[in-house]
């Protein structure tokens, strides 16, 4: 389960930042991203998989500085839109039958004419004149 933590943390200056971001990715295990945020760059937002936020607050107030749980939601995880799988024509390539679904695209260029007549075979029997 993925989740969004947002802390708030007393850090006036860049290295206070710097500190709690590498206290953050040190003390939490499962961590997938960190980030400052907010107007004032007073919030740290951390994503991750399984994080114990008592520990990871805890942590921060021993090394950094004050710190304060402000959110804590479960991350929803968007689906990939899948197109839907065109099933293979095994129809000759002079005439295909309309989809069954009418996004599937064709495997090759559909026809609208009739199939070609069917093959003549001509058969030469010898003749019985000699002199030709």
Known sequence: MKQKIVIKVCAPCEGCRAKALEVAARAADGVISLAITGDDRDKLEVVGVGV???RLVICL????????ILLVEEE????????????????????CPPPEDPTCKPCYP???????????VVCDEPSACSTM
């Open 52 to 54: 114990d936020v008592t």
């Open 61 to 68: 107030r021993k090394k950094v500085c004050y710190a304060e």
């Open 76 to 95: 929803k995880e968007e689906e990939e839109k899948k197109e839907p799988e065109c099933k293979p024509c095994y129809w000759p390539p002079y005439w």
């Open 110 to 120: 559909r026809y609208s004419y009739a199939p070609p007549p069917p093959a003549v």
